[in-house]
């Protein structure tokens, strides 16, 4: 009896249908087409790891010991260094390395110390882990247009996300130092996902950090910024990334972090010192993104779709004026396999997300079915 009410209080109870299981049926419809299955889907980068960033892996290879949560000094430096060339950011900045940035996204809010009867605020069109760091932690999750949208509802924690995944909207110093006032004045940890800062198209209106002293005056207080090397450097299945602001908070955070175990491997700390040193890499593979964007993007506006907003990121946010599961089907038919906007949100069911992370002959075979 005691097993089935502990099963029963779970909290995969409370969890939402995994979001991707229901793109099955149109998975296998597409993958009957006789030119196979495009999959413009999960943004997993596609294109090698760079060889400076696996050597230093290898060589990182041979120690037995424990990493240490916050790693070796070489890694704040690295990090912090890193956040100065594209933030602005003071060089002494707390950083803390995560296990990728979805575990941070989904731990944030219970780590924080949010429980039931506080609530936690991400954008109303965003990726889903927002909601589920809210569920995992007990409290209300509030989606909203804009996070001052949520007050007087005990509000502890704001997501927001620019560049956003899966609109592709960018925020100006104007809009973010308005939300820094609010967040200061409300007493809320304001958190800003920027895993995509690197990626803007738009030369007249490049992304911006919460981090930027534009935004905050060289005051950190309140503000947390995370990043990831997965689209950067090709690193998804390296689990790199790292968060940075507050002091405090970070300070808090490594010590929850230390007893609970949340350790990014030796090997990994090594070859993400790699990466952040190294930009040439990074501007390779931003290149080739773009590429793929002018050829895909070209593709599905031909093919009648409007792309709204897109100017940063990964995607493109398109739409053909019609419930999203009716283009998904669409698509399908052409062998041609496109995220549901459902996934992000009720307000993103006449969407579909296109993700660019796909070789260049997959891109050139997809903008060719829509012709």
Partial sequence: MALRRLHSASPARRLPRFPW????PYQERAAAHPGGLVDLTVGAPVDEVPESIRQALIDAAARPGYPTVAGPPALGEAMRSWLHRHTGVAEDVAVLPTVGSKELVANLPLQLGVGPGDAVSYPEIAYPTYEIGAILA??????????RDAAGSRLRLAWINYPTNPT?????????????????????????DECYLTLGWDHDH????????????????GLLAAHSLSKRSNLAGYRSAFLAGDPELIADLLEIRRH??????WVVQQATIAALHDESHAIE???????????????????????DHSTAGLYLWATRGEDCWDTVRWLAERGILAAA??????????HVRFSLTATD???????????
Avoid: C
Wanted: proline share 6%; no cysteine.
């Fill in 138 to 147: 007990k409290a209300d999750a509030v989606p909203v247009a804009d996070p």
């Fill in 341 to 350: 906007g459902e996934f992000y949100g009720a307000k993103g069911n006449r």
């Fill in 285 to 307: 593979q931003r290149a080739r993104y773009e590429e793929r964007r002018g050829v895909l993007r070209g593709a599905v506006e031909a093919a009648g779709f409007r792309i």
């Fill in 21 to 24: 299981d229901r793109m099955a």
């Fill in 206 to 221: 490049p992304p911006v950090s919460i981090l930027d002293p534009r935004v905050n005056d060289g005051d950190l207080t």
């Fill in 361 to 371: 002959e997959a891109i050139a075979d997809a903008a060719q079915r829509l012709k």
């Fill in 260 to 265: 609970s175990g949340f350790m990014v491997p």
């Fill in 168 to 192: 592709g909207e960018v925020a100006s110093v104007e809009h973010l130092r308005g939300l820094v006032r609010w967040a200061r004045d409300s007493g809320v940890v304001l958190a800003s």
